[in-house]
């Protein structure tokens, strides 16, 4: 039987289990600062806590989830990394940089919710590997915390050499986008476990608001999201303005098509206040015209929203395929010209094809990876 893990638990969890190890509640506390701040990677460095409970939570549970097995950097300095699961099951996850970003850094990682994914999206590398199982609450925060120490490690590296004029390690994670492998209201519970763990004063304390949850649009759980009191963000993956086209590349629109969608995106902006976003990926010849770009800008109206603009990620797969720059800025000023507002997103990784589940489907195609995964080495 597999040894519960530390970051599976809620701080009332983590309690009952301090107090059934014998020690009083407060070391939960203890516990979950060394876990999410301190980035522990062993019950050894927490020097606070009695050797004889160091010793009982090794026993009894595991710190961490994942083991990473692969991992490849892009010449924007993207990161992807291969993460194997206590069951042999993987998942990536990628975190992406942008070093001056109202003059200090910004480092935003993109999360996995699910092993595999339901929607089936054709363009999706995910979505062509089906679905194997939800991740627990622990599976998501890990993905955060490994790249945090992979960040705390680089900044170590450079004020060891003195390449670093700061005495303050850098900023960690500033960004989270549940935007990875799955979909992330289908896995709700382990979802919002995660986000009000890693918002927490006592847990990783990244605010809400540098959060944004993705979803293909699953109507029922917009609305459960749009109950929620921390004030995460909201992205719709839409990329079609009429449901015959979103049949085909968002599958789930059969179920809740965009005369559902639409208001339950709207009843998001009336029970929140906050602004949410529309993801339209263009493909080129068969979404990317002007008089689809009209289309858009004509079911949008009247709505408190932002579109972003994602050409295609180009892959050995020529059914989907990024149009030309022309086409794309052609779209964009249609947007525009309907006074949308839109942003034409910088893709990130193209050279490393850090899109969804490319990196997994290498390996998940060869079976490369086995029931006991061997850890990576890095550098």
Known sequence: MTPICITDLTGAQLEELVGSLGEPSYRAKQIEHWVYQ???LSFDEM???????????????????????HEVVGGDGTVKTLFALADGKTIE?????YPNTRGKPRYTVCLSTQAGCAIGCPFC???QQGFERNLTPGEIIDQVLYFARCLLEQYNEQYNEGKSNSSQPVSPITNLVFMGMGEPLANYDSLWQSVEMLNSPHGFRLGARNMVISTAGLVPQIKRLSQEKLQVGLAVSLHASENALRDR????NRKYPLEQLIPAC????EMTGRRFSFEYVLFDGKNDSVMQARSLAQLLKGLNC?????PANNTADQTFRSPSKKTILAFERELKRWSIACTLRQPKGLDIEAGCGQLRSRFWQSGQIQSNPVPMTRG
């Open 38 to 40: 301190r980035l522990a």
């Open 47 to 69: 020097t606070d806590l009695p050797q004889a409970f160091r010793q009982k939570l090794a026993h009894e549970t595991r710190l961490h989830s994942l083991t990473p097995v």
């Open 93 to 97: 996850s990628t975190l992406m940089s």
């Open 125 to 127: 590398a995910t979505g």
């Open 249 to 252: 590349l968002v599958p789930i």
């Open 266 to 269: 709207q009843e998001y902006f």
């Open 306 to 310: 932002h579109v972003n603009l994602i």
